[in-house]
């Protein structure tokens, strides 16, 4: 595991005023050396139409979480035919109230129907690379 991730997908960060607060964020927390708390989440598509309904979600779903209170970093990528996120949350608790309001919440209604995957969570003081995410999910993640 790394200090943090490289940029790569366009649904990172839209504009590099904002990629800059994020960086700041989780840098802030990586040289304090405080924990805080690491999502990952890898989901398939079940085919080209449940692919389009994803993305009718996951859009949304991003954008709430760039805004949510806590988020100390956010990306999405694709690795291996498997739609990954990784986020960094200064806490659990704040990571679980985005994912239980608004664009997340109705995506997680509709999850079963249009993608198999797993999640997982834990509290660390690295932020994982995107190298490391797929093994991380593939060893430790939960099926969804």
Known sequence: MSGHP????ILDFPDATRWAQKMTRIEEFLKSGRPFYVSITGLKPRGLWSYILFLRHAIPSKVQADRAPGLLWSGVRRIDGIEHTLTAWESREAMRTYISSGAHL???????RIATGKTLGYETRELPSWEDVPKIWRDKGREY
């Open 6 to 9: 490289q940029a790569g997908c």
């Open 106 to 112: 109705k995506a997680m209604k509709v999850f079963r």
